[in-house]
């Protein structure tokens, strides 16, 4: 069954999310594998001599919990994506109501996670940034990259890490809010269209509710 241009639309914002998800996880990845797995969002940094060092990480489970999230849904993203072009070349699959309100209630999910990961990111990286600055050591959180770091290696691009993670997270907002509004479009269109072409679900329902019409001879 050919996919309607909505539907269409949906996969391409998915795939979109799928790439911004992985970038995501991965800057954030790496910058925790930078401070030899230690997490630096929200964290304390201090002088060691002449170099920097992070004094106060923060909890590794907050690192993972803003990379699990993002990568277990860029891996949603990407399932799904299979599954449709499997879908749309071999079988002949409608996505009815009952699983458009699962996609309704999946969307709603991941934007939830996404805002949260994304505002972690932010506040984290400020508040991290701020520790450095106030050290008076150097004048932002992108010089900071150019310094040494103890032990030696730790940090390497940390700033340009963390800034790609929450771009990428803020994007993948938006492009789940449009997944969103067009499921709600689907949801809208499929209800209208439901009892024009005598859905199964909609007439069952009805037959209930009023009764079969006796027929006439």
Same mark, same amino acid.
């Given at each position: 069954? *050919?996919?309607?241009?909505?539907?269409?639309?949906? /996969?391409?914002?998915?795939? @979109?999310?799928? $790439? #911004?998800?992985? !970038? %995501?996880?991965?800057?954030?990845?790496?910058?925790?594998?930078?401070?030899?797995?230690?997490?630096?969002?929200?964290?304390? *940094?201090?002088?060691?001599?002449?170099?920097?060092? /992070?004094?106060?990480?923060? @909890?590794?489970? $907050? #690192?993972?919990? !803003? %990379?699990?999230?993002?990568?277990?849904?860029?891996?949603?993203?990407?399932?799904?994506?299979?599954?449709?072009?499997?879908?749309?070349?071999?079988?002949?699959?409608?996505?009815?109501?009952?699983?458009?309100?699962?996609?309704?209630?999946?969307?709603?999910? %991941?934007?939830?996670?996404?805002?949260?990961?994304?505002?972690?990111?932010?506040?984290?990286?400020?508040?991290?940034?701020?520790?450095?600055?106030?050290?008076?050591?150097?004048?932002?959180?992108?010089?900071?990259?150019?310094?040494?770091?103890?032990?030696?290696?730790?940090?390497?691009?940390?700033?340009?890490?963390?800034?790609?993670?929450?771009?990428?997270?803020?994007?993948?907002?938006?492009?789940?809010?449009?997944?969103?509004?067009?499921?709600?479009?689907?949801?809208?269109?499929?209800?209208?269209?439901?009892?024009?072409?005598?859905?199964?679900?909609?007439?069952?329902?009805?037959?209930?509710?009023?009764?079969?019409?006796?027929?006439?001879?």
């Amino acid at each position: 069954m *050919a996919l309607s241009w909505l539907q269409r639309v949906e /996969l391409a914002l998915f795939a @979109a999310a799928f $790439l #911004c998800g992985a !970038v %995501a996880a991965a800057a954030l990845t790496r910058t925790q594998g930078s401070f030899g797995g230690s997490c630096p969002l929200y964290g304390v *940094a201090a002088l060691n001599g002449s170099s920097l060092a /992070l004094s106060s990480p923060s @909890a590794p489970s $907050l #690192c993972s919990f !803003v %990379a699990g999230a993002s990568g277990l849904l860029a891996l949603y993203c990407l399932l799904l994506l299979l599954f449709w072009v499997y879908s749309s070349c071999i079988e002949d699959s409608h996505r009815g109501s009952i699983g458009l309100r699962i996609a309704l209630a999946i969307s709603a999910i %991941a934007i939830f996670f996404i805002l949260v990961s994304a505002c972690i990111l932010r506040f984290g990286t400020r508040s991290l940034c701020n520790s450095i600055i106030s050290l008076n050591h150097t004048i932002s959180c992108s010089d900071a990259q150019k310094i040494s770091w103890t032990p030696p290696g730790t940090a390497v691009q940390f700033y340009s890490n963390l800034q790609n993670a929450e771009t990428s997270s803020w994007v993948n907002l938006v492009l789940w809010c449009l997944v969103w509004m067009l499921q709600v479009v689907q949801c809208k269109s499929e209800a209208t269209q439901a009892p024009e072409r005598g859905d199964p679900e909609w007439s069952s329902e009805t037959a209930a509710l009023v009764g079969h019409r006796p027929s006439q001879s």
